[in-house]
């Protein structure tokens, strides 16, 4: 299907375990993004990349490592998950615009 | 420091009447502004935008307003359809740098 996909959709983890999330997007935008979303907080920009190998840190981007070796995949992984990375996360695309197109999110959750 | 604020966490508004939400922001070098819908278990989907170069932008039944002066903007929605009930997200951005600053959001209530 075209679009911009995530998974796995939930996600269930315990502190101090590795987990990945995936992005995969079919349009070929060049900008991708990962963000967290929290309760009384907007969405916060974790990382992003302007394109294939080219990534760089947003607002909250401790704890997170991303990388980006094709343009259609943007994985994002906890390296040592803690319980304050309990979240939504959403990841996003765009061409060259300020329009981003979400995927649907992944609901983490670290116990 | 919240440089995008939405200070209405809830809106309820009658179906058929006009719904407007609003949003504050202090970084004066934004200069694009976007509104995005969410509903409950999905990604947030663009609604509409306005460039710091116009005062309004329209598309159906949406309409943003930007009062640049003031740092304001709200998104008026006429009229208010069952379908409209969601979270509303104002977000901006400086210079095309494709970094969204989000406020936290407005969870709007249309009552039949």
């Known amino acids: 299907d075209a679009g911009i996909t995530q998974s796995p959709r939930y996600k269930i983890t315990e502190t101090g375990r590795q987990v990945t999330l995936m992005c995969h997007q079919t349009?070929?935008?060049?900008?991708m993004f990962w963000y967290r979303q929290d309760l009384g907080h907007g969405l916060r920009l974790i990382y992003y990349s302007a394109a294939a190998d080219i990534t760089d840190k947003g607002e909250v981007p401790d704890g997170y490592v991303v990388s980006r070796s094709k343009t259609e995949n943007f994985p994002l992984t906890l390296e040592s998950a803690t319980r304050s990375q309990t979240s939504v996360y959403f990841c996003?695309?765009?061409?060259?615009?300020?329009?981003?197109?979400f995927g649907p999110g992944t609901r983490l959750t670290v116990t | 420091d919240q440089q995008v604020k939405q200070n209405s966490p809830s809106l309820s508004v009658q179906e058929g009447r006009i719904s407007i939400l609003n949003c504050d922001y202090t970084?004066?070098?934004?200069?694009?502004f976007l509104w995005y819908k969410k509903y409950p278990a999905e990604g947030p989907t663009f609604l509409i935008s306005i460039s710091s170069i116009k005062d309004k932008n329209e598309d159906g039944r949406f309409t943003v307003f930007l009062n640049k002066s003031a740092k304001h903007l709200s998104l008026h929605i006429v009229p208010s359809q069952p379908g409209d009930s969601a979270v509303y997200f104002c977000?901006?951005?400086?210079?095309?740098?494709?970094?969204?600053?989000w406020g936290a959001g407005t969870k709007l209530i249309i009552k039949p």
């Open positions: 996003a695309s765009t061409m060259a615009g300020n329009e981003q197109y």
């Open positions: 970084n004066s070098m934004f200069d694009y």
């Open positions: 977000a901006a951005s400086a210079y095309s740098n494709y970094q969204l600053i």
């Open positions: 349009w070929s935008h060049s900008y």
